[in-house]
């Protein structure tokens, strides 16, 4: 089935290590997307790609980043995770950014949960 | 400042029975809403999307219902089933751009627990 796959689904890092965390699609989507969600909270968004075209939200800190070197992969970098970091990040996939105007939905992988220690 | 808020964090409902959730939202440019669901340790799961031009958008036991006026959405489920307990997310989007956000970003309320008792 396509998918949307993350790895690794447990990521343990120390404070202040720099950490990678991987996303992977095989639905051939324009867009990908990376969402932090803290405990009982909604997912926000950090940043998208739409093909290689990199869109970083505002309020995004300057300690995430992300690469995608092809349509299948996207990764997310936190250079020196901070304790306020822990949290479920979620690569979601679009075929387009109007997502309304096509009817298509974001699909979502299983998320990394990552912690801080 | 919420621009989608699910005020109810937790809805406990009877086997069989319908249940209802209900999502607010604060921004008129919204034009695509989508209800996702999640259970524990897997990402959410589209499940139903309605669009700004109509008020209802049925799939199944799974209705969607959509008051503009109101900025008001609500997901019903009948008959309930325990298979549907789950977090269930509400989420627009804006197509146009300018909206007060990035074209295309969902916008996430912060959850509804669900559980259906048999």
């Known amino acids: 089935d396509a998918m949307v796959i993350q790895n690794p689904r447990y990521q343990v890092t120390q404070f202040g290590k720099p950490v990678t965390l991987s996303c992977s699609q095989t639905?051939?989507?324009?867009?990908m997307y990376w969402y932090q969600q803290k405990s009982s909270q909604a997912p926000k968004l950090l940043f998208h790609y739409y093909d290689k075209d990199f869109n970083n939200e505002a309020d995004t800190p300057d300690n995430f980043q992300s690469r995608r070197p092809n349509t299948s992969f996207c990764f997310l970098d936190i250079r020196s995770p901070g304790l306020g970091d822990a949290a479920m990040y979620l690569c979601?996939?679009?075929?387009?950014?109007?997502?309304?105007?096509?009817?298509?939905?974001?699909?979502f992988g299983d998320g990394t949960r990552l912690s801080i220690l | 400042d919420q621009q989608v808020k699910q005020n109810s964090p937790s809805l406990s409902v009877q086997e069989g029975r319908i249940s209802i959730l209900n999502c607010d939202y604060t921004n008129s440019m919204f034009d695509y809403f989508l209800w996702y669901k999640k259970y524990p340790a897997e990402g959410p799961t589209f499940l139903i999307s309605?669009?700004?031009?109509?008020d209802k958008n049925e799939d199944g036991r799974f209705t969607v219902f959509l008051n503009k006026s109101a900025k008001h959405l609500s997901l019903h489920i009948v008959p309930s089933q325990p298979g549907d307990s789950a977090v269930y997310f509400c989420?627009?989007?804006?197509?146009?751009?300018?909206?007060?956000?990035?074209?295309?970003?969902?916008?996430f309320g912060k959850g509804t627990k669900l559980s259906v008792k048999p």
């Open positions: 979601a996939t679009s075929r387009d950014l109007r997502i309304g105007r096509t009817n298509q939905p974001q699909h």
């Open positions: 639905l051939n989507h324009n867009v």
């Open positions: 309605i669009s700004s031009i109509k």
């Open positions: 989420a627009a989007s804006a197509s146009q751009m300018n909206y007060g956000g990035s074209q295309g970003n969902l916008i």
